[in-house]
Nanobody, 119 residues
Framework: QVTFVESGGGLVQPGGSLRLSCAASGFTFSTANMAWYRQAPGKERELVAAMSRTGDTTNYVDAVKGRFIISRNNAKNTMSLQMNSLKSDDTAVYYC????????????WGRGTQVTVSS
């Protein structure tokens, strides 16, 4: 059974930072491209950042380029998203999944972790 557990969200002021974590299980993590997604209220879920299985390729949506950094630890089956210079537009529930451009396990989303950027 494929599972994703996201953590690390919270309430932060504009300009602040948060580090999200994703723990994955049920598939061979080291051979899977991985990605972070987010869904803001009233909007569709969007891909935010992705990383290849080896970590040598990363992709970011334009809105977060230069502010967010995706990383992974294949030995621990975990992935992180360091979010800096947060803006109110970053407010959303953040999820992780496998895949580089679209979710590989579209029926196995975790609960996500809420990020709220507000003063």
């Amino acid at each position: 059974q494929v599972t994703f557990v996201e953590s690390g969200g919270g309430l932060v002021q504009p300009g602040g930072s948060l580090r999200l974590s994703c723990a994955a299980s049920g598939f061979t993590f080291s051979t899977a491209n991985m990605a972070w997604y987010r869904q803001a209220p009233g909007k569709e879920r969007e891909l935010v950042a992705a990383m290849s299985r080896t970590g040598d390729t990363t992709n970011y949506v334009d809105a977060v380029k230069g502010r967010f950094i995706i990383s992974r630890n294949n030995a621990k089956n975990t992935m992180s998203l360091q979010m800096n210079s947060l803006k109110s537009d970053d407010t959303a529930v953040y999820y992780c999944n496998a895949g580089l451009t679209r979710p590989l396990f579209n029926g196995s989303w975790g609960r996500g972790t809420q990020v709220t950027v507000s003063s």
